[in-house]
């Protein structure tokens, strides 16, 4: 798949633009009501060795999350971060789909030893098999990289993109996931595409097929 993006015969099954929420839409697992959960579903609190995650929801002291203009800014520190696992129908492990189309705007940090991610894992929890749509990290201020992790093959990493200016607004990265391809679109990058594990996976913002 090339040049521009077509949803043709998709419907929207999952979004979030956070104008309309409050504090009251995220909260730990086990919260009813909320869209999205600030601990992972599969139960690891140590964001892969890299610091604990603090799941404190927001409009309580010591949280990493705020909503503000519009926006869900989350904040870091060296000894934590943040993490959302999508909650919409308020069931332990949240949305989970097999292939469509999976995006986010976001802005990304351009401070140094920070990491920004979008990735999707199976819906029975761990990975392998993994699709990072995108992984920004801060030491690189410019540059993101598009990343399949599969539990029958090595790493796969698309590439490295430098873009000048990626810290200082919001973008877009998507994922288009059939049962042969995942086309990937990106800052700078129109497509680039892989392999399809066939794997269930959970994530964010979602169209599929009718």
């Known amino acids: 798949m090339s040049g521009s ?3 043709s015969g998709y419907h929207l099954t999952f979004d979030d633009e956070f104008a309309d929420d409050t504090n ?3 909260g730990k697992p086990g919260t009813s009501g909320t869209k999205w959960e600030t601990e992972p579903f599969y139960g690891d609190t140590s964001n892969g060795g890299q610091g604990t995650i603090n799941p404190t929801p927001p409009g309580q002291p010591g949280s990493l999350y705020s909503l503000q203009n519009g926006s869900l800014v989350m904040s870091m520190n060296p000894q934590q971060a943040p993490y959302l696992d999508t909650n919409p129908n308020g069931v332990q492990g949240g949305l989970s789909q097999q292939y469509g189309y999976f995006e986010i705007r976001a802005q990304l940090t351009g401070t140094s030893g920070y990491n920004a991610d979008f990735w999707m894992i199976p819906s029975s929890g761990g990975a392998p098999p993994e699709i990072d749509v995108f992984e920004h990290n801060g030491y690189i201020a410019g540059d993101y990289e598009m990343t399949y992790h599969s539990s029958s093959a090595p790493v796969r990493n ?4 430098e873009v000048p200016g990626i810290t200082t607004g919001f973008h877009d990265f ?6 042969d391809t995942w086309p990937c679109r ?3 990058r129109n497509w680039c595409s892989g392999i399809s594990s066939g794997a269930r996976l959970s994530l964010q913002a979602a169209r599929s097929m009718h």
């Not at 698309?158 to 993109?161: F, K, M, P």
Request: glycine content about 16%; cysteine-free.
């Open 5 to 7: 993006l077509s949803l």
């Open 24 to 26: 009251a839409d995220i």
């Open 158 to 161: 698309l590439d490295l993109y």
């Open 174 to 179: 998507g994922v288009m996931w059939t049962p």
């Open 186 to 188: 990106g800052v700078g």
